[in-house]
């Protein structure tokens, strides 16, 4: 979604603005657009497309130097991605210009206001208004803070703004409600942007803005009110990864490098959370023993890859807890009036912290009186800074669109808060907890073995990249690991892509299978669970003798699959629940390198954003 950065201080605020945009690219974009007050006026400049395409038009038209800026990448929802819908917008004087991440729903009747007071707005968005409405506001009150929470309270929807005025040239001020907002605190010059990553070349200090408060930036000095003037309290954070975590570092794409972390991420995710004598200490989970005790419901709400770790959860939590647990898409949640309470959990998992659907249905849930535990990987987001306690990842920065080490640091967290759960309600021993907590342990240096094994991926992915459609197929933990590779591979290659529970082929997909269709296969563990290994050994024989090309991704030592595997894929043993930690990795492989061979954009698929900061 639209990434936005703010810059006042001493350097050249374009090069900061157009550095800080370059590094929320993997927001999803497509138009970019800068603002510099200079020379007492204000210079902008705005393109559709790509930032080269706005960097070769300020290397044409160069912009007046000058340290006080703003900058825009604009994921179109009002207007399509035109150089005219392009932020920044501004006044018909072009005295204040403003970037604007989210939507402002009453924008239409505001508009109509405005073209009746003789306002001529050039845009189809709906950002346009505010520029006029803080232009007016501002020549009464002649502060530029003041006028932005005047506006504010006229304005329904989600919203960052940003904005600039050349009659107060030392200035930046910002506004939030329910849209990321992050300020970064430098030595004589400060910093806005949607997320840290923007400035974290020039600092680690930062602040997290609440709800409906609105931010003025001086070189000085930071001041944070509410919508109404009054003094906000605010959150001080320090940002624990530096610059270069944000970099590709030799590799091709975010995503490869990102998949290649994974075995790092699983470890500092679990890192500090067991004591000497093997028990969990979760002291992030401020939620009350005594509440975890009398949970009655667990119920999970995530989107997309967050969603699948959830699916995983389920069984984590109810097989060693022995709570009922639902797994719910968030953006379904709300509107089907859910049955919560005081004794329900609810777990809100997202690596961004921003994706609006979870955090409306975390809303809802505290609306109904449960507890919200969120599972995320963005410090100083909006979702933890909602929710009853939080869990947080610590996979480091994720900037491929396709989330890759935060799903497995999100399965990470989710087991230890199931046998967290386990522990405080006395369903697991504790050296049933302890064994499983060496095996989670363990588990990086596995996915560190299932990626050095990854060329036979490669190359029967560069083989497949001429295919309309990959089916995928599981059961038990295996069937939501099934989603996530069918989701992966369409987002990134742009292909038909479909996960089932093998068990249900029979009940129509079957019907898919034709002569040369490539079928992944993710086989559950051999031991222990011989009933379901037994069975889906059984539906891949059914998809073969229907044609089907088998691409078998199962446990080193499984030899009862070799006989039906047109190509197989070993990962190592795990305990069953923990296998998706393992037998996703390859998919992520796969769908990363079909792509490549596609000529797709691996980091910043079409269409989509990384934060879904929009319902
Ligand atoms: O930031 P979140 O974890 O809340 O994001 C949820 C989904 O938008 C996200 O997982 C999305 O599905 C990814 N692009 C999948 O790779």
Not at 23 to 51: M, Q
Not at 327 to 353: H, K, M, N, W
Not at 476 to 505: C, N, Q, R
Request: charged share 25%; glycine share 8%; with cysteine.
């Amino acid at each position: 979604m639209c990434g936005i950065v703010g810059y006042v201080g001493g350097q050249s605020a374009l090069d900061v603005v157009v550095a800080g945009l370059k590094r929320l690219e993997y927001r999803g974009y497509d138009s970019a657009g800068v603002a510099v007050l200079a020379d007492g006026g204000l210079a902008a400049a705005k393109k559709s497309g790509k930032l080269v395409h706005l960097e070769k038009e300020l290397a044409e038209r160069p912009l007046a130097a000058g340290s006080v800026g703003i900058g825009h990448t604009r994921w179109a929802t009002h207007g399509g991605p035109t150089d005219a819908n392009a932020h920044p917008h501004l006044d018909n004087a072009g005295r204040v210009a403003v970037v604007h991440n989210g939507i402002i729903e009453n924008f239409a009747a505001l508009r109509e206001e405005l073209a009746e007071r003789g306002h001529e707005l050039l845009s189809e968005t709906d950002t346009e208004v505010v520029a006029h409405l803080l232009a007016e506001e501002f020549s009464s009150v002649g502060d530029l803070a003041e006028a932005m929470r005047l506006v504010c309270r006229r304005l329904d929807g989600a919203f960052t703004l940003v904005a600039v005025h050349a009659d107060q040239p030392d200035v930046v001020v910002g506004a939030r409600r329910n849209s990321p907002l992050v300020v970064g605190v430098g030595e004589g010059e400060n910093f806005l942007a949607s997320d840290v990553s923007a400035f974290i070349a020039h600092t680690r200090s930062a602040i997290e803005l609440g709800q409906d408060q609105v931010v003025e930036l001086t070189r000085e000095g930071v001041v944070v009110t509410d919508f109404e003037g009054a003094p906000a309290d605010v959150r001080a954070f320090h940002v624990d990864w530096d610059a270069s975590a944000a970099e590709k570092g030799g590799y091709d794409h975010f995503m490869l490098k990102e998949i290649v972390e994974q075995p790092k991420a699983v470890a500092d995710t679990l890192l500090g959370r067991i004591d000497a004598s093997g028990r969990l200490t979760l002291d992030e989970v401020r939620i009350p023993d005594a509440v975890l005790r009398e949970a009655d419901k667990v119920v999970i709400v995530a989107c997309g890859t967050a969603f699948h770790a959830g699916l995983i959860a389920k069984y984590a939590i109810e097989h060693w807890t022995r709570i009922p647990c639902e797994v719910e898409l968030a953006s379904e949640f709300r509107y089907r009036d859910p049955i919560l309470g005081q004794r329900t959990l609810v777990v809100a998992i997202s690596q961004s912290g921003e994706t609006m659907d979870t955090l409306m249905a975390l809303r809802h849930a505290r609306e109904q009186g449960a507890k919200v535990l969120a599972v995320c990987n963005t410090n100083g987001s909006t979702i933890p800074r909602e929710s009853d306690a939080v869990l947080y990842t610590h996979a480091g920065p994720e900037v491929a669109v396709a989330s890759t080490k935060a799903f497995l640091t999100q399965l990470v967290a989710c087991y230890l808060l199931a046998l967290y759960l386990g522990q405080v309600r006395g369903t697991k021993w504790g050296d049933e907890i302890r064994a499983v907590v060496r095996e989670l342990a363990r588990s990086g240096e596995e996915v560190e073995r299932v990626l050095e094994t990854m060329e036979p991926v490669r190359a029967l992915a560069r083989s497949l990249a001429h295919k309309d459609t990959i089916l995928f197929l599981g059961r038990h933990v295996g069937y939501p690991v099934a989603l996530e590779g069918a989701l992966k591979l369409k987002e990134l290659a742009y292909m038909h892509a479909e996960g089932f529970a093998a068990g249900e082929l029979k009940h129509g997909p079957i019907a898919l299978i034709e002569e040369d269709l490539p079928v992944v296969v993710v086989v559950p563990s051999p031991k222990g669970r011989s009933v379901l290994h037994d069975k889906i050994v059984s539906n891949i024989q059914e998809i073969r003798a229907r044609g089907a090309r088998t691409i078998v991704i199962a446990e080193e030592g499984d030899d009862a699959v070799v006989p039906f595997a047109d190509h197989l894929v070993r990962v190592p043993a795990t305990p069953t629940l923990l296998q998706p930690l393992v037998s996703t990795v390859p998919l992520q492989v796969f769908a990363c390198e079909l792509a490549t061979a596609r000529g797709n954009e691996v980091d910043q698929p079409r269409n989509l954003a990384k934060s879904v900061t929009v319902e």
